[in-house]
């Protein structure tokens, strides 16, 4: 619930677009989305992920 909430603030903060044009990497709501679509890709094209797969995320 909160690192939902983080990224809700992390969408709507004023200052995003700023802080992507002076940042070394993308925000972390991008990276995260990211993640999740290659996480449907994976099982779309029948891949089985580990069961453990955020343990260190």
Known sequence: YELQ????ME???H??????LFATHPPTIKRIL????M?????????QLPANI???V
């Open 11 to 13: 969408k709507k903060s």
């Open 54 to 56: 955020y343990k260190f």
């Open 15 to 20: 200052w995003r677009r700023a802080n992507e």
């Open 34 to 37: 990211m993640l999740e679509e």
């Open 39 to 47: 996480e449907q890709e994976i099982h779309q094209a029948g891949g």
């Open 5 to 8: 909430k983080a990224l809700e």
